[in-house]
Nanobody
Framework: QVQLVESGGGYVQAGGSLRLSCAAP????????IGWYRRLIGRQRELVAY???????NYEKFVKGRFTISRDNAENMVYLQMTDLKPEDTGVYYC??????????WGQGTQVIVSS
């Protein structure tokens, strides 16, 4: 079964960094936008950053230069480098691939915990 698989979450102190990884088969990403969402404690899931199908990177305003999305097409991987992490970044981070008139894919999520 084709799926997205995240990894790289964990526990980090405030000000630290983490890199999240998403294994994303080409069969999924070739006709979909792909990126990262997160669900913070007590909040609904929200978009963080994503690539459009033509390769443009987009970020939500709250990222404020702290996070960087990247991809390795040869390895079929999408990454989210997170720096200067804050306790309010604590939550579950998801990889998602979506597009018009195609099936929507979500990963299982990876937990990020930032201590103060």
């Amino acid at each position: 079964q084709v799926q997205l698989v995240e990894s790289g979450g964990g526990y980090v102190q405030a000000g630290g960094s983490l890199r999240l990884s998403c294994a994303a088969p080409r069969s999924i990403t070739s006709n979909r936008d792909i990126g990262w969402y997160r669900r913070l404690i007590g909040r609904q899931r929200e978009l963080v950053a994503y690539f459009t199908t033509d390769g443009n990177a987009n970020y939500e305003k709250f990222v404020k230069g702290r996070f960087t999305i990247s991809r390795d097409n040869a390895e079929n991987m999408v990454y989210l480098q997170m720096t200067d992490l804050k306790p309010e970044d604590t939550g579950v981070y998801y990889c998602r691939a979506w597009g018009a008139h195609v099936v929507d894919y979500w990963g299982q999520g990876t937990q990020v915990i930032v201590s103060s």
